[in-house]
């Protein structure tokens, strides 16, 4: 199954998108049919293994994990400033962003 967004209507996507800062990261989110992910790591975040690592862990986060609902949210991901961050680092701050979803109120 595919939960990537697509390369010609990703600018769109993020421009037509909702911010929310977490510790370490930024989410972009809007809602979607489907659950879909996307990431923003440009070369001055590391080398290619370390940016591929980082996507990894936050890809098998969002899909394989029990804390996100059925619900049709698109997220992009973003990093501020560091992606040398741990698999606990990244989940606490999907888990923050994750809270900041439920105390707002998400429309499906």
Known sequence: MNFSIPKNSFFSTVSN?????AKDLQFLYFYTK??????IVSKKYGSSSSRFLFKRRCRFIYLNSSI???KSVGIIIKPKKNIQMNYDSIYLNFLSFLNYMNNNGTKT
């Open 17 to 21: 998108s909702s911010s929310y800062f």
């Open 34 to 39: 489907n659950k879909k992910i996307g990431f």
């Open 68 to 70: 996100f609902p059925e």
